[in-house]
């Protein structure tokens, strides 16, 4: 049993201290950039996703965006961001299901600069 | 690291919660192959076969419900509200889990019929082990291409696994039992042939997720993989230990092989526990080089 642990907590080690990489999908706004309007939120996969969570962290916390996309697995997915979006840094941290099953999830983050 | 996915607690937990599911599917697979190949075992050991195989079937029904709750917990990112949110778990109903959970929950039923003793009970098993093996063909990285050959290779690979995994427990039994020598023999010898098609199979399935021998280092898939096949070689190495050397002092009457040869058979279940929780991670957070 002792054994059992030590190697699982070896195994899960290696693999938590690895940097977590997700694979780079295409965003809008794109990964890191500055921009001045934020016209919609884009997400775009090489394999249709089922995208079964998305949120908005601005500068004063979560905000309200409005999906565009429904529940269907999609190679791009479009959400309407908050009309009012002051300056600052933004995450967008979305969840998904691929189309083998595996659940999927990312994050990008953008800066609005007024 | 490439291709590794963001780790949180849920994720862990659903790692753990396929390993365990491995286990329980091999375990149940694995009892009516043993009872198929071995009907002229000693009672005590297809004793222990068929009522592991029924434990088994049952854990793996139970494991198979609470990877639906981890799963959608994880794809709605509402944790616990998320495991019972009838919205989200219709969504992984209508993933490829569902389709899987299918074949898999009703694989599981059906060797539930090892305990019926007779070739009707026998061959309903079977069939129930076949179909277990197929539930693993419909999910995850084995449907890529070339489908059908990756599917094939799971399965094969699978049920060369189920029928080793299976008769541990069986074999350690019999290992204590005077008439035993008989079985552990022949065991070894049809061992020989399926540890080798596991082992293809599971090469021959890397090597088409890998596609290069750089994908093999520098990836999170590639890693886990060389951990999996250490793990696999030490396992390897008690196995041809206990065929080559432990078995035939057994034979010969030295007192001590059947202490040592239940000792190194318990390490063998402690060695597949380890392989399983490697292939788990492989297939839950890491993605296949090929797919980079």
Same mark, same amino acid.
């Given at each position: 049993?002792?054994?059992?642990?030590?190697?699982?907590?070896?195994?899960?080690?290696?693999?938590?201290?690895?940097?977590?990489?997700?694979?780079?999908?295409?965003?809008?706004?794109?990964?890191?950039?500055?921009?001045? =309007? %934020?016209?919609?939120?884009? $997400?775009?996969? #090489?394999?249709?996703?089922?995208?079964?969570?998305?949120?908005? @962290?601005?500068? &004063?916390?979560?905000?309200?965006?409005?999906?565009?996309?429904?529940?269907?697995?999609?190679?791009?997915?479009?959400?309407?961001?908050?009309?009012?979006?002051?300056?600052?840094?933004? =995450? %967008?941290?979305?969840?998904? $299901?691929?189309? #083998?099953?595996?659940?999927?999830?990312?994050?990008?983050?953008? @800066?609005?600069? &007024? | 690291?490439?291709?590794?996915?963001?780790?949180?607690?849920?994720?862990?937990?659903?790692?753990?919660?396929?390993?365990?599911?491995?286990?329980?599917?091999?375990?149940?697979?694995?009892?009516?192959?043993?009872?198929?190949?071995?009907?002229?075992?000693?009672?005590?050991?297809?004793?222990?076969?068929?009522?592991?195989?029924?434990?088994?079937?049952?854990?793996?029904?139970?494991?198979?419900?609470?990877?639906?709750?981890?799963?959608?917990?994880?794809?709605?990112?509402?944790?616990?509200?998320?495991?019972?949110?009838?919205?989200?778990?219709?969504?992984?109903?209508?993933?490829?889990?569902?389709?899987?959970?299918?074949?898999?929950?009703?694989?599981?039923?059906?060797?539930?019929?090892?305990?019926?003793?007779?070739?009707?009970?026998?061959?309903?098993?079977?069939?129930?082990?076949?179909?277990?093996?197929?539930?693993?063909?419909?999910?995850?990285?084995?449907?890529?291409?070339?489908?059908?050959?990756?599917?094939?290779?799971?399965?094969?690979?699978?049920?060369?696994?189920?029928?080793?995994?299976?008769?541990?427990?069986?074999?350690?039994?019999?290992?204590?039992?005077?008439?035993?020598?008989?079985?552990?023999?022949?065991?070894?010898?049809?061992?020989?042939?399926?540890?080798?098609?596991?082992?293809?199979?599971?090469?021959?399935?890397?090597?088409?997720?890998?596609?290069?021998?750089?994908?093999?280092?520098?990836?999170?898939?590639?890693?886990?993989?060389?951990?999996?096949?250490?793990?696999?070689?030490?396992?390897?190495?008690?196995?041809?230990?206990?065929?080559?050397?432990?078995?035939?002092?057994?034979?010969?009457?030295?007192?001590?092989?059947?202490?040592?040869?239940?000792?190194?058979?318990?390490?063998?279940?402690?060695?597949?526990?380890?392989?399983?929780?490697?292939?788990?991670?492989?297939?839950?957070?890491?993605?296949?080089?090929?797919?980079?």
């Amino acid at each position: 049993m002792k054994q059992i642990i030590l190697a699982l907590a070896a195994i899960l080690a290696t693999a938590a201290a690895a940097l977590a990489h997700s694979k780079a999908e295409d965003t809008t706004p794109a990964k890191e950039a500055t921009v001045e =309007t %934020v016209e919609v939120i884009e $997400l775009r996969f #090489d394999d249709p996703m089922r995208v079964t969570a998305i949120s908005l @962290t601005g500068p &004063d916390g979560e905000m309200e965006i409005t999906r565009e996309t429904g529940l269907d697995p999609v190679t791009e997915f479009r959400a309407m961001p908050p009309e009012d979006m002051p300056g600052g840094a933004y =995450t %967008v941290d979305w969840r998904g $299901l691929s189309s #083998d099953g595996h659940p999927m999830q990312g994050s990008f983050d953008f @800066t609005v600069a &007024d | 690291m490439d291709g590794l996915s963001p780790i949180d607690g849920w994720a862990l937990l659903a790692i753990l919660a396929k390993a365990a599911g491995y286990a329980a599917a091999l375990v149940a697979m694995g009892g009516p192959l043993f009872v198929a190949v071995f009907r002229s075992a000693p009672g005590d050991v297809l004793r222990v076969a068929r009522q592991l195989a029924v434990g088994a079937a049952i854990l793996g029904l139970a494991v198979l419900a609470l990877r639906f709750g981890i799963r959608s917990a994880r794809i709605s990112g509402m944790g616990f509200e998320g495991a019972v949110d009838p919205m989200m778990l219709g969504l992984v109903w209508d993933s490829p889990l569902g389709t899987a959970a299918l074949w898999r929950g009703a694989g599981e039923l059906l060797i539930l019929a090892v305990l019926i003793e007779g070739t009707i009970g026998l061959t309903a098993s079977l069939l129930g082990a076949l179909l277990v093996a197929v539930s693993y063909t419909l999910v995850g990285h084995s449907l890529g291409d070339p489908r059908w050959l990756l599917a094939v290779l799971v399965g094969v690979h699978l049920l060369a696994g189920a029928f080793w995994i299976g008769a541990l427990a069986p074999l350690h039994r019999a290992a204590g039992l005077t008439g035993g020598t008989v079985l552990l023999h022949r065991f070894g010898i049809i061992a020989s042939g399926t540890v080798a098609v596991l082992i293809l199979a599971g090469l021959t399935f890397a090597w088409l997720m890998i596609g290069s021998f750089g994908g093999l280092f520098g990836t999170a898939y590639g890693w886990t993989l060389i951990a999996k096949i250490i793990v696999v070689t030490g396992l390897l190495g008690l196995a041809a230990n206990n065929k080559l050397r432990l078995v035939p002092a057994l034979a010969s009457g030295d007192p001590t092989a059947s202490t040592n040869l239940r000792r190194s058979i318990r390490m063998e279940i402690i060695a597949v526990a380890l392989i399983l929780l490697a292939t788990a991670t492989l297939t839950s957070i890491t993605t296949p080089p090929v797919n980079l």
